[in-house]
């Protein structure tokens, strides 16, 4: 039997004998780095700034954006072992069983 189908089978196998069907939720902390070169004196000469799709976008006049590409160093950066959150609730209601 190959890997899908056994995986497939035994997820079967889990529903039809499971009882209580649950979402898990866990949210990962992650912290990528970057390190950027900006065409600026000082970090006050900035108005305004937000990261998006990691890429730094900012504003030295509140109208006109630049943007820079970040390329974060991101291989290894989640936390997969301590999350910050975790929430299990119902997966058929939503009802939320456990909130921390």
Do not use: F
Not at 6 to 17: C, V
Not at 23 to 30: A, D, G, R, S
Request: a negative charge; one cysteine or more.
């Amino acid at each position: 039997m190959g890997l899908w189908a056994y995986s497939a089978a035994y997820i079967l196998k889990y529903q039809l004998h499971s009882k209580m069907r649950l979402n898990i939720q866990t949210t990962l902390y992650c912290s990528p780095v970057a390190t950027v070169d900006l065409p600026i004196e000082k970090w006050e000469d900035i108005k305004e700034c937000y990261v998006k799709w990691d890429t730094l976008h900012y504003t030295l006049d509140g109208e006109k954006w630049e943007e820079i590409d970040l390329d974060s160093d991101h291989d290894d950066c989640i936390d997969w072992k301590r999350p910050s959150a975790l929430t299990v609730s119902d997966a058929a209601t939503g009802e939320t069983y456990y909130d921390d």
